[in-house]
Every structure is written in structure tokens, then in C-alpha cells.
Nanobody
Framework: QVPLVESGGGLVQAGGSLRLSCESSGSGFSINTMAWHRQAPGKQRELVASIATVGYTYYADSVQGRFIISRDNAKDAVYLQMNSLKPEDTAVYYC??????????????WGQGTQVTVSS
């Protein structure tokens, strides 16, 4: 297990912004990809955005242009700036990390999740 600590969730009105943070306190392996997933009630967990060590990023179509993922390699930290939030963005957001550069490969560490609720 990789200890990941998330913060930054909360309640916001539609159109507002939130910034999520996640930091690893020690993975036992060299972290490459860091990502954010989310799971809404009654739905499967989905990948929202990822960023590799060298900076390559991936965004789900549903958040492209609204969310920005970034990282601090020195801290093994990843951030998700969420702008123009919509009610459909309501979900529990999970930070995840892997040793692979391919965001489609399995993730080896998960955070505990942070709730994001967007009211209409």
C-alpha cells in the first residue's frame, strides 16, 4: 500500500472552483504516473486526469478544458484544479499512483477519497 493523503474536497455551487491536493509519504517504488479518478453514486470509478513524471497529461472528455492536473515531483504530490464545476462532477475523488508511464496501466496506490459536491 502506498500512503496517499488527499485534501481539498467540499461543497461548491455550479460554476465554482475547487483545488484537490494529494501527497505521497513514501511509495517504496519510483512513482511515474499520478492521477485522479472519481466515482459517483451508482456509477463505476472513472479516470479523470493523469500526469506522468515527464509531464504528459491525459484528461477525460468530460473535464477537458475545465480541469487542470499538475504535480510537484520533489514532493510526490499531485493537484487537480477544477473550474466551471457542474453538478455532474459530484463524486468521491481518488488520487492514485503507479510506476508506469502509461496512464492505462494498473495503479498501485490509492488515496482514501475526498468528496466533491456541486450544487445547482
Amino acid at each position: 500500500q502506498v500512503p496517499l493523503v488527499e485534501s481539498g474536497g467540499g461543497l461548491v455551487q455550479a460554476g465554482g472552483s475547487l483545488r484537490l491536493s494529494c501527497e505521497s509519504s513514501g511509495s517504496g517504488f519510483s512513482i511515474n504516473t499520478m492521477a485522479w479518478h472519481r466515482q459517483a453514486p451508482g456509477k463505476q470509478r472513472e479516470l479523470v486526469a493523469s500526469i506522468a513524471t515527464v509531464g504528459y497529461t491525459y484528461y477525460a472528455d468530460s473535464v477537458q478544458g475545465r480541469f487542470i492536473i499538475s504535480r510537484d515531483n520533489a514532493k510526490d504530490a499531485v493537484y487537480l484544479q477544477m473550474n466551471s464545476l457542474k453538478p455532474e462532477d459530484t463524486a468521491v475523488y481518488y488520487c492514485a499512483v503507479s510506476r508506469y508511464s502509461d496512464y492505462k496501466m494498473p495503479y498501485e496506490g490509492w488515496g482514501q477519497g475526498t468528496q466533491v459536491t456541486v450544487s445547482s
